[in-house]
Each structure stands twice: as structure tokens, then as C-alpha cells.
């Protein structure tokens, strides 16, 4: 079935005119109504002032970031942040939940941290009869909620195993178990950093593998997607040390402190702002070495080494002397059988999500091609 389409300008109209924008410096932690800017975070703030609210004879909207692409369907009494908001009402003729569901499958330019309204107002949306909107933003609203709650679980997930290295070892900032201080150097048997130049890469499959900082996500080294290189390559750059299962991978650069744990017996070497921790087994566990480096006490360390200004780089001496506190082994090792559980449910979770992921945007496809 193909949908008529139309005009954004011929069907939704611009909200934002006519309402109070809320400062920042005026967002209160908790309040009565909740205030929605252009940020990632669904509620930014919050405020008690009723004059900031919202014509309530406009819900529900769909707010858009003109500076960020945001896209949030409000359906409550809100305040508007005060930069970059547009709030966004449809005709009687479109749905405001498929309006929401459609600016999000829409593929909207990037244009940095300028404007981006104006890509919306060259949009022609599909619009179907209101009974196939609202049946339409129902299918994708039950499977953005399953996906959400994918996500969700795994979120849950990493903060237990952060509160649980808190429970067992302490505040790495303030250390309040007296855990004693050694340098990173000290408890590892081997720190190696990357060749200091871009590796002549193939555009053809091989066994040898780069590991680069975008691989480094989620506490792991995914090496699902990456750059290739043939065996001579692989060779001389892994002439120090060969990575192996088990050795703590740490970015200097784009973005600093990312952290991860080699988990393949793949060929693999590090490409370029990347630095290697073996650790020793007799004094640490890669796992516990891994939470330590994710820490707000390696944060601190990067600021005390650079001056205390923003960190945008790491240099490789840095990267050799951080001071670690060093529980008994023991206790280190139950943190890992513990990490290696959760981790292994991690796992399975993220295969989930991703089911879900996909399945989402298939129906996203298909709904906005009639064919749902």
C-alpha cells in the first residue's frame, strides 16, 4: 500500500513561539514539572514555577534539538529549556505519536551544531488514514518498549558489577579499606604501547586483525568490525608483544580512558593510541585491573598529569605510572568469578538487544512503506 504523502509544513505547526524558555542556571534537581531541552536525557531538570509551563492545549508535542536532532514525544505538562527546542504540534490529520515515530526512522542531515530544523521543514511524510497512524505508532511503540527494556537490563547489569567493586574494595578515590598504593608497572608483566604510525591495511580479509579505539566499548574489545592487514604487517607490529586473551586494553586518545578486556584468541595487534596491560597473575586479576582503570581515581590521575585542564590525549609514559591500589589477590579473584557471571549474562543480553534493535527497524521499514 503507498501512502499519500505531504508536506511537513502543510501539517505540523511550530509550538515554540509564544512559550517561556527556562535558562539552565534555573533547572532545579527535583520540582513539580520537569523541564525538556535538547539534550540526550529525556528530563533535564526541573521547575516550580507554573508560568513556564507549556500551553497544555497544545499536548502532545514532539520536541526536536535544532542544535542536536533530539526527538521526544511529551505528553505531560513540561517546560521548555531554554536553547534549541522546537515544539512541534500536528494538524488534526496526523497522529503526534507517528509523527514522533517518523522524525526518528526520517534521515535527517548532520549538520553539526547548527541548525537543523531546516531539513525538517523539506520533509514529505507518508500519511495514511489517522485509524493506520495510531495502529502503526502502536506496533513501533511495543517494540521500542522491548528494546528499551533490553537496554535497560543491561544497564542494570553494568551498575551491579560497579556497586559490587565498590562493596568489596572500597572507594578507589578515598581507598577507606587502606589498600596499598603500587605502581601500574609493578603489577603487570608487560605494558606495551601501539606503533607510532598507521598500519598499510588491505581491503580484503586475512586472519590479522587491528584492534582500533572504537573498538575498545563496553568494558570489552568487539572485534566484530575491523581493518585488516597481512601477515608481514602483523609481524612487525607486534614485534614487542602479541596481544592475547586477557590483556586489559586502554585508549590514550579518541576518547581518553575508554578500557577493555581482550576476550578472542584472534591474530590481533593494537592500532594507534591504544596501550596494552598484561597483568601479573600472582598479584592482580585482569578483571579487578579493568574496574580500577574505569575508576573516578584514574580520572583524577589524567587531570593531575595534565595540569588539571580537559584530557584529550594520553602520552605513553602517563600511561606507565599510574598508582593502583592492590587488595589481597584473593578478594581479587572473587571479584572476577563474580565479573565473568555477570558478564557472561551481559552477553546474552546484548545479543537480545540487538534482536530487538533489528527487529525494531524492520518494522520502522515497513511501516513506512506500507507494507506493515
Not at 102 to 118: E, Q, V
Not at 136 to 156: G, H
Not at 348 to 358: G, H
Request: charged letters at 25%; hydrophobic letters at 35%.
Amino acid at each position: 500500500m503507498t501512502f499519500p504523502l505531504k508536506k511537513f509544513t502543510d501539517i505540523i505547526q511550530d509550538k515554540s513561539g509564544g512559550n517561556k524558555k527556562l535558562p539552565q542556571e534555573l533547572f532545579l534537581i527535583n520540582g513539580q514539572y520537569p523541564v525538556v531541552d535538547q539534550g540526550k536525557k529525556f528530563i533535564a531538570g526541573y521547575i516550580n514555577d507554573n508560568d513556564y509551563l507549556v500551553k497544555s492545549t497544545d499536548l502532545p508535542v514532539v520536541i526536536f534539538g535544532d542544535h542536536t536532532k533530539a526527538i521526544k514525544f511529551v505528553d505531560f505538562p513540561f517546560a521548555m529549556g531554554a536553547d534549541g527546542v522546537k515544539v512541534l504540534k500536528p494538524k488534526d490529520e496526523c497522529d503526534a505519536k507517528y509523527l514522533y515515530h517518523y522524525l526518528r526512522y526520517a534521515k535527517i542531515p548532520d549538520a553539526g551544531y547548527s541548525r537543523h530544523y531546516k531539513f525538517l521543514k523539506e520533509l514529505e511524510i507518508p500519511l495514511p488514514p489517522l485509524a493506520e497512524q495510531r495502529r502503526i505508532a502502536s506496533i513501533l511503540d511495543q517494540a521500542d518498549e522491548l528494546r528499551q527494556k533490553r537496554q535497560q537490563a543491561i544497564e542494570k547489569l553494568d551498575q551491579l558489577l560497579q556497586a559490587t567493586f565498590i562493596d568489596m574494595f572500597g572507594d578507589p578515590v578515598s581507598n577507606p579499606k587502606g589498600w596499598e598504593a603500587k605502581p601500574i608497572d609493578n603489577i603487570c608483566a608487560n605494558i606495551v604501547d601501539c606503533v607510532n604510525k598507521t598500519a598499510p591495511i588491505v581491503e580484503y580479509e586475512t586472519p590479522y586483525k587491528m584492534i582500533r579505539t572504537t573498538n575498545v566499548r563496553n568494558h570489552k574489545v568487539d572485534i566484530s568490525s575491523v581493518r585488516y592487514v597481512e601477515k608481514e604487517t602483523f609481524d612487525k607490529w607486534n614485534r614487542r608483544l602479541t596481544p592475547k586473551r586477557g590483556d586489559v586494553i586502554l585508549t590514550r586518545e579518541a576518547p581518553v580512558g575508554e578500557v577493555g578486556i581482550l576476550e578472542s584468541d584472534d591474530s590481533v595487534f593494537l592500532g594507534q593510541r591504544l596501550m596494552l596491560y598484561r597483568v601479573n597473575l600472582e598479584l592482580t586479576t585482569p578483571e579487578y585491573l579493568l574496574y580500577f582503570l574505569m575508576s573516578d581515581n584514574l580520572k583524577m590521575q589524567y587531570e593531575q598529569m595534565s595540569s588539571g585542564s580537559t584530557v584529550k590525549h594520553l602520552s605513553v609514559p602517563q600511561c606507565s605510572k599510574w598508582s593502583i591500589y592492590l587488595p589481597p589477590l584473593e578478594l581479587q579473584l572473587k571479584f572476577s568469578e563474580f565479573y565473568k557471571m555477570i558478564h557472561a549474562n551481559l552477553e546474552l543480553m546484548r545479543i537480545s538487544y540487538n534482536k530487538a534493535d533489528t527487529l525494531f527497524k524492520s518494522l520502522q521499514n515497513q511501516a513506512f512503506s506500507g507494507t506493515l
